[in-house]
């Protein structure tokens, strides 16, 4: 029977439960003091998050105090305006990317937000003019119009000896037209240095591999789709789209950018309407390159076509702190959380306030399923430093199976602090505070934060990777029917 390890995968309901999670009252004036609210977030994390007595140590602790104070001190005079960059710099220093500091989506921030973002470098631009000057070839390969998605358009322009992708449509929020979104310098053998800010204008420094003349330039985790000027012809699919295709009689691909909770219908389609085709086909390629996490649930279909042998997954340990418990206590309360999913949160939470300002572990799960399919024999995930999260839990269990060869780069590695379950208030309610409840069993022996899950085989950044993988899986299967003669 399929058990699927659930404690575990708690942290991915959280932006679920942000659906339910009660209204904040507006602070006053005093309660958005940035000293106050400095105090706040720093006890917060002291008392809650799992991650803070294996950070701060006897070694760094007095290294640690010293910092806390230097940044109290900037807080007591800082405004409104200054305030959100001096708490996330806090936070920065546990480098835990699910440890953050966030905006409310209320309209009494939208002015404040305006502000704090609407500086730093700009370069207006008229998307008119540069259609004209774009409309028959641009002076270099990568110049034109790129799209995330549709969320944001950028006119990527060369500048000295690198690019400048600059805004032309943005969320009118937090990033504007002329805003600079990333930066690309030559780094050697077609890498390039990349600098990309994120939604909070924080800036995160990689090697990237772009093909100056392909029409997907792939950022991390982001998918940058070049839309003018097109390629004549061009019938391209869209980076962020999920899709199936059986590529010739051994081989297929399931692409799944997103784990997301509005996809798994999507998700759930894709494997059963060509279940069939799957399990009469001798590879499989999931390529879940670029996708940043979401909800575990979204893969369960998928694990019962790797498994080979039960997946242990040892169960998350859990700083029982009475805020903590009390985030448990809500989420289970609520109508959207499944009721046949409550059981062992339940047995958990009981076990939460038997250990309260202690830590519980519940015990390790064991996943097993009836069947292994015969085919497909062999899957090959196709992982680099977009997969984070909960899609570095599908990793985690799809190494467990004999079948599975992880292509590749490393993963992000945002995986060793989880379980957010919901954000946190404030006093001041401008801002919502995320941190999380648990840690991997694993660490901090063997983290994975901030190094991620290594693949395999590592793939070079100039190969077609799709390819690369195909042709190794049919090298493979050469050499082991050689083998058997």
Request: aromatic letters at 12%; a positive charge.
């Amino acid at each position: 029977m399929f058990n699927y390890p659930a404690i575990i995968r708690l942290f991915a309901l959280y932006l679920l439960l942000n659906l339910f999670y009660l209204p904040l009252t507006h602070g006053q004036t005093k309660s958005c003091n940035c000293r106050n609210n400095f105090d706040e977030v720093v006890a917060k994390v002291e008392h809650n998050y799992p991650g803070y007595p294996i950070k701060i140590t006897a070694a760094n602790a007095a290294a640690f105090e010293q910092y806390t104070d230097s940044i109290r001190n900037i807080a007591d005079t800082a405004n409104a305006v200054t305030c959100f960059s001096i708490l996330q710099s806090w936070t920065g220093y546990f480098k835990d990317r699910h440890l953050t500091l966030v905006f409310k989506d209320i309209p009494e921030n939208k002015d404040l937000i305006n502000q704090i973002f609407s500086n730093g470098e700009s370069f207006p631009l008229s998307k008119d003019s540069l259609v004209k000057k774009w409309a028959t070839a641009p002076d270099y390969p990568l110049e034109g119009i790129w799209t995330l998605s549709g969320m944001y358009d950028v006119a990527v322009i060369k500048k000295d000896y690198g690019y400048k992708g600059i805004i032309l449509k943005g969320d009118n929020k937090y990033w504007k037209p002329g805003q600079v979104k990333f930066e690309l310098q030559p780094d050697g053998n077609r890498t390039w240095k990349a600098t990309q800010y994120n939604q909070y204008h924080i800036k995160d420094t990689f090697t990237a591999y772009v093909d100056e003349a392909a029409f997907i330039m792939d950022l991390k985790s982001y998918k940058w789709e070049k839309i003018f000027p097109g390629q004549p012809g061009q019938k391209s699919i869209p980076a962020d789209s999920f899709y199936f295709s059986k590529t010739d009689s051994n081989n297929a691909i399931l692409r799944l950018p997103s784990f997301e909770l509005p996809y798994k219908p999507l998700i759930d389609s894709l494997i059963t309407n060509n279940f069939h085709t799957i399990t009469h086909t001798p590879h499989l390629i999931v390529d879940i390159r670029g996708n940043y996490g979401g909800y575990n649930l979204c893969f369960e279909k998928l694990i019962p076509l790797l498994y080979t042998n039960p997946i242990i997954t040892q169960g998350p340990v859990v700083r029982a702190t009475a805020e903590n418990i009390r985030l448990y206590e809500v989420m289970l309360k609520s109508p959207l959380f499944p009721d046949d999913k409550k059981a062992p949160f339940i047995r958990m939470l009981k076990n939460l306030k038997k250990n309260k300002n202690g830590y519980y572990q519940p015990p390790a799960d064991t996943t097993t399923f009836p069947q292994v399919y015969a085919q497909p024999e062999k899957v090959g995930f196709l992982m680099d430093e977009g997969c984070a999260s909960a899609t570095e839990l599908l990793i985690l269990d799809a190494k467990q199976s004999k079948k599975v060869t992880l292509f590749g780069k490393r993963s992000a590695g945002i995986v060793d602090y989880l379980n957010l379950v919901a954000p946190r208030s404030l006093s001041c309610s401008r801002f919502l505070l995320w941190i999380p409840t648990a840690r991997l069993a694993t660490v901090p022996q063997h983290p994975i934060d901030n190094t991620g899950i290594l693949p395999d085989v590592e793939i070079p950044h100039h190969e077609n990777w799709v390819n690369y993988v195909q042709q190794y899986l049919e090298n493979l299967d050469i050499k082991i029917a050689n083998s058997s003669k």
